[in-house]
């Protein structure tokens, strides 16, 4: 009566159904030794790792849960016949079995085989192309953002933990709170009361402090030690020293900002000026005529698109022939000797071989083939990259420059969120520079210091004892200096401000020969004619609101 799936699928699904190509290349693409790391020899026996992978890519192609996937696998003679051509009556299994695989794949040193080898196969058959499209969206964390106080007792509570009973005894023996940190949750407290507050945050700092310390020297188990790093860095993000020598939160959001102990990963993103959102981001990269994903990646939120794409497109830049060194190891020779001729024909030999011609910045921008340039040896046409604005940065725009890929994406507008002129309002020679009010200054000059310095931007931590050596300083948040990297006395902090809301007129920029961003004397008010004109709002960013 039951018969094998082939009765009904085969002769009725066609030859480039995923069905049928998995039937046929399934054996090859899942064999039992590309799974052999992942299973022990003795014990029960397990579902086929051919059959469960099939089942991944089919539920990964349809977008189904475990749950659904399974169900299909069972009842669905399609499926069946991709897996290898199973018998109609071929028993199910538990949907627990695809988490056990994902499980196990993501503690092994190869997580991405199965998308490997599934891309490898589309390679071979000529599905993926020269092209990518990037693109980026944000993933949704489930978990609460918490507030500075809950995020310090938290992480006190966290470390005590994962102490041992010695351990414990002399955490707890240093701590000052009226508080034995064992419940959940905000700490007790006139939350109306300013000064009970303020009490508040300076005796959770205090004893985060205290913690670090007696971890100071010591040799501590890996889980003590991530427990402290947690620690420090949450303290050092959100807290400073005030003028009276009391600890005190910084306003504002640090850029780097952990946001929950729960899942210490996760940060504040925004895709717009009006979307915000908590968790990470996902990059994708295709090839858009078979819409095939050729690689993906997954980074916090507060993660730049630009920041990512550089693996995302790593075999268009491991392909190429020329062989561009980006390392930085071998520097570009510009004296025309031929490493690296600049002068004549507009080529650019980064390696000696006279490979391809790379695309100059103009074509880049523009997706045009640099002229008379030939295609890629072998008759091969140059890699192109397609991209929003976001990708528009210049370090990732050189990058694919020197490979020899057309940047098929826009500039990033100039932006100055300080408020003074953007850097395309000089006009910039050999030697020279001249800003909006026609002053021309030579590069290296001595610039004249502003009236008014600038206030502080960067996010001063206090100074803490310095954590035990297993726990490496960590720069996190705020801070331009590591707040567990001296047991000296605090240093007295810059009075912070909101960055973008200064409290004494525009900031004046930073000196610099090299990036002028302002008119002689640092302001737009130093002559009528030099007058900074509206800020423009940034079309893609990746800071934390506010």
Excluded at 181 to 192: F, L
Excluded at 327 to 337: A, I, K, S, Y
Aim: some cysteine; charged content about 25%; aromatic content about 4%.
């Amino acid at each position: 009566m039951w018969a094998g799936s082939g009765s009904v699928c085969e002769g009725r699904l066609a030859e480039t159904s995923i069905f049928s190509v998995l039937h046929a290349e399934g054996g090859t693409l899942f064999g039992d030794e590309l799974f052999a790391d992942l299973f022990s020899r003795r014990g029960r026996p397990s579902v086929p790792p051919q059959i469960v992978a099939t089942v991944m890519v089919l539920q990964r192609l349809f977008g189904l849960s475990d749950r659904e996937a399974v169900e299909a696998f069972e009842f669905d003679a399609r499926w069946k016949w991709a897996a290898g051509g199973l018998d109609l009556d071929y028993g199910g299994f538990a949907h627990t079995v695809l988490v056990d695989m994902r499980a196990r794949l993501a503690a092994s040193a190869q997580p991405r085989r199965i998308f490997e080898v599934t891309l490898g196969a589309a390679k071979q058959a000529g599905l993926v192309g020269h092209r990518r499209v990037l693109d980026s969206t944000p993933l949704y964390d489930a978990v609460a953002t918490m507030d500075t106080v809950t995020l310090v007792r938290s992480a006190i509570r966290g470390l005590l933990k994962v102490a041992d009973r010695q351990l414990e005894d002399d955490l707890r023996g240093v701590l000052v709170r009226d508080d034995d940190y064992r419940r959940a949750g905000k700490p007790v407290c006139d939350w109306d009361d300013e000064a009970a507050r303020t009490a508040l945050v300076d005796e959770l700092a205090r004893d985060a402090y205290a913690v670090l310390g007696v971890l100071h020297g010591r040799d501590v188990t890996p889980e003590v030690a991530e427990a402290g790093r947690l620690v420090a860095t949450v303290v050092g993000q959100d807290i400073e020293t005030g003028d009276d020598g009391t600890f005190r939160i910084i306003p504002g959001t640090a850029s780097d900002r952990v946001i929950s102990i729960v899942d210490p990963q996760a940060r504040h993103g925004h895709k717009t000026a009006a979307r915000h959102y908590d968790g990470y981001k996902g990059h994708a990269a295709a090839d858009p005529d078979s819409e095939i994903i050729t690689d993906t990646r997954v980074t916090p939120a507060h993660t730049p698109d630009a920041a990512a794409a550089t693996d995302l497109i790593g075999d268009l830049i491991n392909d190429e022939p020329d062989s561009t060194d980006m390392t930085g190891d071998r520097p570009c020779d510009m004296t025309g000797d031929g490493s690296c001729d600049m002068t004549g024909d507009g080529s650019c030999d980064m390696t000696g071989d006279k490979g391809p011609v790379p695309v100059s910045p103009e074509q880049a921008v523009a997706g045009s083939e640099p002229a008379g340039a030939d295609p890629v040896p072998g008759g091969r046409q140059h890699p192109e990259v397609y991209g929003d604005s976001a990708y528009g940065t210049g370090l990732f725009l050189r990058l694919l420059n020197r490979a020899g890929i057309i940047a098929n994406t826009k500039v990033q507008p100039p932006v100055n969120n300080s408020g003074l002129f953007t850097k395309d309002a000089f006009s910039v020679d050999t030697g020279t520079v001249t800003c909006p009010a026609g002053k021309t200054p030579r590069y290296g000059s001595t610039a004249t210091a502003p009236a008014t310095a600038p206030p502080a931007s960067g996010r001063h931590a206090p100074a803490a004892p310095s954590p035990p050596s297993a726990l490496p300083p960590k720069q996190a948040g705020r801070s331009e200096s590591a707040a567990t990297t001296t047991s000296s006395p605090p240093p007295e902090p810059a009075k912070p401000t909101r960055p973008g809301k200064p409290t004494t007129g525009p900031p004046a920029p930073r000196s610099n020969g090299s990036s002028p961003t302002s008119c002689d004397d640092g302001t737009a008010a130093a002559a009528p004619a030099c007058e900074a004109p509206p800020r423009s709002t940034p079309t893609s960013t990746s800071s934390p609101p506010p």
